[in-house]
């Protein structure tokens, strides 16, 4: 039996998020085990008079391969994978899988090669800047579980999320961008957190559900070398498969001069990646009115309600400050009263409050506006 929510997700996807159009090639990337919504999107697709390809991969064999993967082994499947990418208009992908910790195991010099080698040519480089893409998770157990919530609950919740009205959502963000871009300087507080930037000369970015599902994020960047101050995240990240809690990042000039964790040690190996990776690359504010509170799931947890994300490492080409690495660490921080409030200001203006919008022209982006 066919989910109309998933039918529904599907065309707002092929139709919205990408706009395919008749004769226009698609890559669906399915990385786990979940097929309906990507026979929903092969259908779509079909219709639309597109033609789509299909490939799926499985998070468990793919630890078991980069475990003792090689260089020229990476360089190798990047090759193959950039060949089949360059010539496509079009990419959904979409994650699944029901650990998120699966790659915990990888050693960290054997993801730096995986990031830099096959992430960063075939994605980064490539697929962000040469496709009509959309990133998505699909609902499992495992999300239900890390949402904790029950798995019947947890999809009512997704459908909430995905099939939001991204048109109207669009609209609402017009006014921040602006705002965003006729701003300087930029002061974030909060619990454990006192950071000022500059904005100056940047674009304001709509993240309104064309790249990633779910969607509602407005994304600028720092001025590169302007970040000093102490940011205390508070929120849980995956990365690389390990679970990092209680971030504290201190910025001098621009660059993470201290930073820690409950696993100090690999955060910093995080950070040391390249030298751009102790640099930021992004600044955002999340406005999705359904995402309430983090479930270690970057997609989601960038843009609940009353949250902010500042980005260690590379920036995007949309919104370049300089800054280049094989990272991208989108880390958040909620400002609502319950997660300890916060500020956020713009050339010495409040603009928000314990995550609600205080200027009239801006608070069409509070939930009960966008709902």
């Known amino acids: 039996m066919r989910d109309s929510r998933i039918e529904k997700?599907?065309?707002?996807?092929?139709?919205?998020?990408?706009?395919?159009?008749?004769?226009?090639?698609?890559?669906?990337?399915?990385?786990?085990?979940?097929?309906?919504?990507?026979?929903?999107?092969?259908?779509?697709?079909?219709?639309?008079?597109?033609?789509?390809?299909?490939?799926?991969?499985?998070?468990?064999?793919?630890?078991?391969?980069?475990?003792?993967?090689?260089?020229?082994?990476?360089?190798?499947?990047?090759?193959?994978e950039l060949a089949r990418m360059k010539d496509m208009d079009a990419y959904i992908g979409i994650r699944s899988g029901d650990n998120v910790s699966e790659k915990a195991s990888v050693p960290?010099?054997?993801?730096?090669?995986?990031?830099?080698?096959?992430?960063?040519?075939?994605?980064?480089?490539?697929?962000?800047?040469?496709?009509?893409?959309?990133?998505?998770?699909?609902?499992?157990?495992?999300?239900?579980?890390?949402?904790?919530?029950?798995?019947?609950?947890?999809?009512?919740?997704?459908?909430?999320?995905?099939?939001?009205?991204?048109?109207?959502?669009?609209?609402?963000?017009?006014?921040?961008?602006?705002?965003?871009?006729?701003?300087?300087?930029?002061?974030?507080?909060?619990?454990?957190?006192?950071?000022?930037f500059s904005i100056k000369g940047l674009p304001a970015i709509k993240c309104d559900g064309k790249m990633n599902i779910p969607d509602g994020e407005v994304y600028t960047a720092p001025v590169r070398n302007s970040v000093n101050g102490v940011i205390s995240y508070n929120c849980p990240a995956v990365y690389q498969g390990v679970t990092f809690e209680n971030i504290c990042l201190e910025f001098k000039d621009g660059k993470i001069v201290k930073a820690a964790a409950n696993d100090t040690e690999r955060i910093n190996e995080i950070f040391d990646t390249d030298e751009g990776a102790r640099?930021?690359?992004?600044?955002?504010?999340?406005?999705?009115?359904?995402?309430?509170k983090p479930m270690k799931d970057t997609l989601f947890d960038e843009k609940i309600k009353g949250s902010l994300h500042f980005t260690p490492g590379c920036c995007y080409d949309e919104c370049?400050?300089?800054?280049?690495?094989?990272?991208?660490?989108?880390?958040?921080?909620?400002?609502?009263?319950?997660?300890?409030?916060?500020?956020?200001?713009?050339?010495?203006?409040?603009?928000?409050?314990d995550g609600l919008f205080v200027p009239e022209e801006l608070q069409c982006l509070n939930p009960e506006n966008l709902k």
């Open 320 to 353: 370049p400050n300089g800054n280049k690495s094989s990272i991208h660490w989108d880390l958040v921080f909620i400002q609502r009263p319950e997660y300890g409030g916060g500020e956020i200001w713009f050339d010495d203006k409040l603009i928000r409050k």
């Open 108 to 196: 960290a010099e054997k993801m730096r090669l995986y990031m830099s080698l096959f992430a960063k040519p075939v994605h980064s480089e490539e697929r962000v800047n040469n496709t009509k893409w959309c990133v998505m998770r699909y609902p499992t157990h495992s999300m239900a579980q890390l949402a904790n919530m029950p798995t019947e609950y947890f999809e009512d919740f997704y459908f909430d999320v995905c099939n939001l009205d991204y048109r109207k959502m669009s609209k609402a963000m017009d006014p921040l961008v602006r705002v965003m871009e006729a701003a300087d300087r930029v002061r974030i507080t909060g619990k454990g957190t006192d950071l000022s």
């Open 279 to 292: 640099y930021v690359g992004e600044f955002a504010i999340g406005v999705n009115p359904y995402i309430e």
């Open 9 to 80: 997700l599907a065309a707002n996807l092929i139709n919205y998020s990408c706009e395919l159009k008749a004769g226009e090639k698609i890559l669906i990337e399915n990385a786990g085990d979940e097929m309906p919504l990507s026979r929903a999107l092969i259908r779509e697709t079909y219709k639309v008079g597109a033609i789509p390809y299909l490939t799926v991969k499985n998070p468990e064999l793919e630890r078991v391969l980069l475990e003792n993967c090689t260089e020229e082994q990476i360089k190798d499947m990047a090759r193959y």
